[in-house]
């Protein structure tokens, strides 16, 4: 026993990084518009116009005079929409990763190059730009009759390394005496425990807990004892909080997932179904010769009721999870089911857990 309990202190530990977020340091993303060149025949069709007007206005640039009323037909260009993500505290001249999606009636990218397209933040300045040929996992064949086979998403493509910055977005993180933290969970006991894990190394008021979501820390104001600074939080072993206890309801998958903390107070619960069947017979009546009358058709119903015989059962006290699952899978109850008796579960009080529907 004496050995067992330091490891489970251990084990309910986390590195401080896994827990919080450091305000000023985060993604950016950009996006942008654009030709993809070079498809055989895979493009957009003629009656998607800003594709052609796209390229006359392209040709333009190049000096090439189009009528203004022109409708090119090409087969092989298609317009698409490009975006990307600029990693935190990135410098000019990194290169990006880009994601190529068609926004016409292309039928496939396959093959296909992007021309050079400016990649916009959400300030309307120009961060980077993109070209570079696609790399498309899913493939489309058609034949002459109409029948058609698509495998995976040909529409959608990806150039590595496809996209250069042209210039760094600003950051806070080296502007501020103090250094925020933002908790990914927001938790007044991981909140204190990040402050005195911090005070207990680095000496006392060098971090200030704000709220359950917001922890201040006292960092040096050379950018270089700044990063030894972070260096070393990050390598700080922190005791996160007790999380809530949740159900999650996926209504259009039918997934249930609980948690390993759930727990169901005292309860009889019995769980049946029941099915009423109607079935409709015509049955044709015909009167017999000379008799004047008119053949009609009429309906013969037959209904059927059945309701399936489901024991009562009672949960203890304190039941888990395991029987829980044991004691609904014993129902035969599909996911469906296992939704309504736990909703009604909460509706008596009798579970302890946080019911989430997706």
Do not use: C
Request: without cysteine.
């Amino acid at each position: 026993m004496m050995l067992a309990l330091p490891v489970s202190a251990e084990l309910q530990t986390r590195q401080m990084m896994d827990l919080v977020d450091v305000q000023g340091i985060r993604d950016n993303q950009l996006v942008g518009y654009g030709l993809v060149v070079g498809l055989t025949g895979t493009g957009d069709k003629s009656q998607v116009k800003f594709t052609s007007q796209s390229v006359v206005n392209m040709l333009k640039q190049f000096g090439v005079q189009l009528d203004s009323n022109s409708n090119p037909k090409l087969k092989n260009v298609a317009a698409v929409a490009i975006h990307a993500t600029i990693p935190p505290l990135a410098s000019p001249g990194q290169q990006l990763d880009v994601t190529v999606s068609s926004i016409g009636d292309a039928k496939s990218l396959r093959g296909g190059t992007l021309l050079l397209t400016p990649l916009k933040g959400v300030d309307g300045e120009v961060y980077a730009v993109a070209q570079g040929n696609l790399v498309v996992g899913g493939i489309s064949a058609e034949g002459r009759n109409g029948t058609s086979v698509t495998v995976n998403v040909p529409t959608v493509g990806t150039i590595p390394n496809g996209a250069l910055l042209e210039q760094s977005i600003p950051s806070t993180f080296g502007a501020n005496s103090d250094i925020v933290l933002n908790l990914k969970r927001q938790s007044f006991k991981t909140a204190r425990n990040v402050e005195r894990a911090i005070n207990d190394t680095f000496g006392p008021d060098v971090a200030r807990a704000q709220s359950n979501a917001k922890v201040l820390v006292h960092a040096p104001q050379d950018l270089r004892q700044r990063v030894t600074f972070m260096s070393m939080l990050e390598e700080l072993e922190v005791q996160p909080g007790r999380r809530p206890a949740r159900v999650v309801f996926n209504s259009r998958t039918g997934t249930v997932v609980m948690g390993a903390d759930v727990k169901v107070h005292k309860a009889a619960v019995s769980h049946g179904h029941l099915t009423v069947a109607i079935t409709e017979q015509p049955v044709v009546s015909q009167p017999g010769a000379f008799a004047g009358g008119q053949t009609t058709v009429t309906s013969n119903s037959s209904i059927d009721i059945s309701q399936e015989q489901k024991p009562m059962f009672v949960w203890p006290e304190g039941t888990s999870l395991e029987t829980i699952v044991k004691a609904v899978n014993s129902l035969g109850a599909a996911p469906a089911d296992l939704m309504a008796i736990l909703q009604a579960l909460d509706e008596a009080g009798a579970l302890d857990a946080e019911l989430v529907v997706m």
